[in-house]
């Protein structure tokens, strides 16, 4: 027979959310977007995971969209579209205007530089 026990299992004590500020998060992304800027490095500073520092950018392009800054009355500057791309401890980041073409090499070029010699 199963009995049901009513009283709660005690397993991993809970964590209490961490926050963080919102002019940490404009930090830590302006930080990332520096030309030669290690995000491993910077999310271990931090103490975050990557696809958090990913999810603060994605949002702060959201934020700063004209769509939902329209009723503020606030102007906006387009920021160039940027895709990031992570292979390893790699970073590469490739703005919309870069060709398919050159950026497949590149992607090869750093995966044979992570690949060790045969």
């Known amino acids: 027979m199963i009995e049901a026990v009513a009283e709660r299992l005690e397993g991993?004590?809970?964590?209490?959310?961490?926050?963080?500020?919102?002019?940490?998060?404009?930090?830590a992304v302006a930080e990332?977007?520096?030309?030669g800027a290690s995000v491993p490095a910077i999310v271990?500073?931090?103490?975050?995971?990557?696809?958090q520092l990913f999810a603060w950018h994605r949002n702060?392009?959201?934020?700063?969209?004209?769509?939902?800054?329209?009723g503020a009355?606030?102007?906006?500057?387009?920021?160039a579209a940027v895709v990031e791309i992570i292979i390893g401890d790699i970073v590469?980041?490739?703005?919309?205007?870069?060709g398919?073409?050159?950026?497949q090499r590149v992607i090869r070029a750093v995966r044979s530089a992570?690949?060790?010699p045969a």
Do not use: F, M, Y
């Not at 959310?17 to 940490?24: I, T």
């Not at 990332?32 to 030309?35: G, I, M, N, V």
């Not at 590469?92 to 870069?98: F, T």
């Open 44 to 51: 271990h500073r931090i103490g975050i995971h990557p696809s």
């Open 32 to 35: 990332a977007l520096e030309p």
């Open 100 to 103: 398919e073409v050159h950026l």
């Open 60 to 70: 702060a392009r959201t934020d700063a969209s004209p769509q939902r800054s329209a």
């Open 92 to 98: 590469v980041r490739a703005g919309a205007d870069v």
């Open 114 to 116: 992570l690949s060790p």
């Open 12 to 27: 991993a004590p809970r964590q209490l959310r961490r926050r963080w500020s919102n002019e940490l998060k404009a930090q």
């Open 73 to 79: 009355g606030a102007s906006v500057r387009a920021a």
